[in-house]
């Protein structure tokens, strides 16, 4: 779960350990028997310290929102097709501001 470096003065505490938190984007990776989503670009909050990294509210309800509905679409082709794989057993969504944008990669 790799993060850029992109860093600016630090507007909060870690909780777990009171060091400085810096806001960075990085990666979220979910996963499930037989599929992997991973989220790339998420805003989040990470501590100097120890790591520990913060998604804001507002976007972890939109990435855990998209990843649930994925997945259950996922589950949802697999029921509905019993006799084929799955179109793919690894699915890599970018976040940005002004949406997410979906891309599927056989792993």
Not at 3 to 18: A, F, K, W
Not at 27 to 45: A, K, N, Q, R, S
Not at 69 to 87: D, G, I, V
Not at 95 to 102: D, I, P, Q
Request: proline share 7%.
């Amino acid at each position: 779960m790799a993060s850029s470096n992109q860093q600016h003065e630090p507007t909060m505490r870690c909780p777990g350990c009171g060091g400085d938190m810096d806001d960075v984007h990085g990666d979220l990776v979910f996963d499930y028997p037989g599929l992997t989503i991973t989220v790339t670009e998420v805003p989040m909050m990470q501590c100097r310290a120890c790591n520990e990294r913060l998604v804001p509210g507002s976007v972890g309800v939109v990435v855990s929102q998209l990843v649930s509905e994925l997945h259950a679409s996922m589950r949802q082709f697999e029921a509905n097709n019993e006799n084929m794989p799955a179109p793919t057993d690894s699915i890599t969504i970018h976040y940005s501001a002004n949406g997410a944008s979906r891309s599927a990669a056989i792993a």
